[in-house]
């Protein structure tokens, strides 16, 4: 990190605007702020997810927040630091994770334990972190492979919530209509 901050408030941002790094200043409440501030709050919930997992698991959601904290640079400065390999690895982790899970037949609840209502809750913020960063891409230049890892991290969360609920003994959660209940 070139710059180190000495001091946290610059009053700069005092009438809603906000400096990105390239220099340009942004209403606080633009797309692109509400994209930032949905990775920032997703990275955070990554962060009290992975106290509560064990060793390689937690290890890979830690991973996931410095890509997130990679992909929130790269929107801040219009350059590009995701790149197609970390795309793979996240499919890679899908592959792994799914196979050693039960083939879905019925749609789940988040649930499952603690950890894995955490992720599912993570899995939530991801999508809408998705659907700002898609708003955010008519007005500015987003790189594709962000909008794609975004959307394949959404799907191993989902498989992540999945496989702590297996490794920690807890039951997943079938979805059952109401009208079934009938």
């Known amino acids: 990190m070139a710059n180190r901050l000495t001091k946290i408030y610059t009053r700069t941002g005092d009438k809603g605007e906000t400096g990105m790094a390239t220099g ?93 209502s955490l992720c599912h809750l993570a899995r939530a913020v991801c999508r809408r972190a ?3 960063l898609v708003t955010a891409s008519r007005e500015v230049t987003i790189n594709a492979e962000v909008l794609a890892y975004i959307n394949r991290l959404s799907d191993l969360l989902f498989v992540m919530a999945r496989f702590i609920t297996k490794q920690q003994g807890e039951a997943e959660v079938y979805w059952q209509s109401a009208r079934i209940q009938e």
Request: glycine letters at 8%; charged letters at 30%.
């Open 24 to 116: 340009e200043r942004v209403a606080k409440d633009s797309a692109i702020m509400h994209a930032q501030g949905d990775l920032d709050e997703l990275n955070s919930l990554l962060g009290l997810l992975a106290c509560r997992l064990e060793a390689e698991i937690g290890t890979d959601v830690k991973a996931v927040q410095n890509d997130l904290f990679d992909l929130g640079g790269e929107l801040s400065c219009a350059q590009a630091l995701i790149k197609q390999a970390r795309i793979d690895w996240l499919e890679q982790k899908l592959d792994q994770l799914n196979e050693e899970l039960p083939a879905l037949k019925e749609f789940i609840l988040p649930g499952g334990g603690e950890a894995a």
């Open 130 to 132: 998705e659907r700002n």
